[in-house]
T-cell receptor, first 112, second 114 residues
Framework: NAGVMQNPRHLVRRRGQEARLRCSPM?????VYWYRQLPEEGLKFMVYLQKENIIDESGMPKERFSAEFPKEGPSILRIQQVVRGDSAAYFC??????????FGPGTRLTVL | ELKVEQNPLFLSMQEGKNYTIYCNYS?????LYWYRQDPGKSLESLFVLLSNGAVKQEGRLMASLDTKARLSTLHITAAVHDLSATYFC??????????????FGEGTQLTVNP
């Protein structure tokens, strides 16, 4: 049983471009959480999704950020018109129920 | 406000010594986790603590939970260099209506010197 998978592991974008981060949860997991870690800081919750539903997006910036978890395929965190302040590590975690969570390896986004 | 505070934020210790990292949280919690993170890596789950008085041990690390004081400790015994990492506590607050959303502390950056 493969763990939580994220890709790409490293992503470089120029200011104004779009970034798409993918998260494939563990098999059988229907709950996905996205967290952002700025350099030298702890992780901050962004969004919680179940299949085809956004349950809680209270941690997401109001503009430029969106997330989805379609019926088929990975969860996607999309950042439009990236700025330097978006440079961070983005982690997703999945769980089968409301309990627990397994973290993926993260995507490190660098905005030039 | 749902808040998790760790101290110290930076800890430099010698091999063979003991030390404790503290994690305070602001209101009732259903679960508390301790994670380890190495530079540039993801989070490795160390412990999950569910109830008052819970104590778990793995190797040189021992975690405990006092829900009345809203305090968890991570105790390091006879530290070795391999324990150098950043340690996070994270809490699922009971007020949270959305699943297992974690609120993280700022992290304690531990350096064990020979």
């Amino acid at each position: 049983n493969a763990g939580v998978m994220q890709n790409p592991r490293h992503l470089v974008r120029r200011r104004g471009q779009e970034a798409r981060l993918r998260c494939s949860p563990m098999k059988g997991h229907s709950h996905v959480y996205w967290y952002r870690q700025l350099p030298e800081e702890g992780l901050k919750f962004m969004v919680y999704l179940q299949k085809e539903n956004i349950i809680d997006e209270s941690g997401m910036p109001k503009e430029r950020f969106s997330a989805e978890f379609p019926k088929e395929g990975p969860s996607i965190l999309r950042i439009q018109q990236v700025v330097r302040g978006d440079s961070a590590a983005y982690f997703c975690a999945s769980s089968p129920t409301l309990v627990g969570g397994f973290f993926g390896p993260g995507t490190r986004l660098t905005v030039l | 406000e749902l808040k998790v505070e760790q101290n110290p934020l930076f800890l430099s210790m010698q091999e063979g010594k003991n030390y404790t990292i503290y994690c305070n949280y602001s209101t009732t919690s259903d679960r508390l986790y301790w994670y380890r993170q190495d530079p540039g890596k993801s989070l490795e789950s160390l412990f999950v603590l569910l109830s008052n008085g819970a104590v778990k041990q793995e190797g040189r690390l021992m975690a405990s939970l006092d829900t009345k004081a809203r305090l968890s400790t991570l105790h390091i015994t006879a530290a070795v260099h391999d324990l150098s990492a950043t340690y996070f506590c994270a809490v699922v607050f009971r007020e949270e209506t959305s699943g297992s959303r974690l609120t993280f502390g700022e992290g304690t950056q531990l350096t064990v010197n020979p």
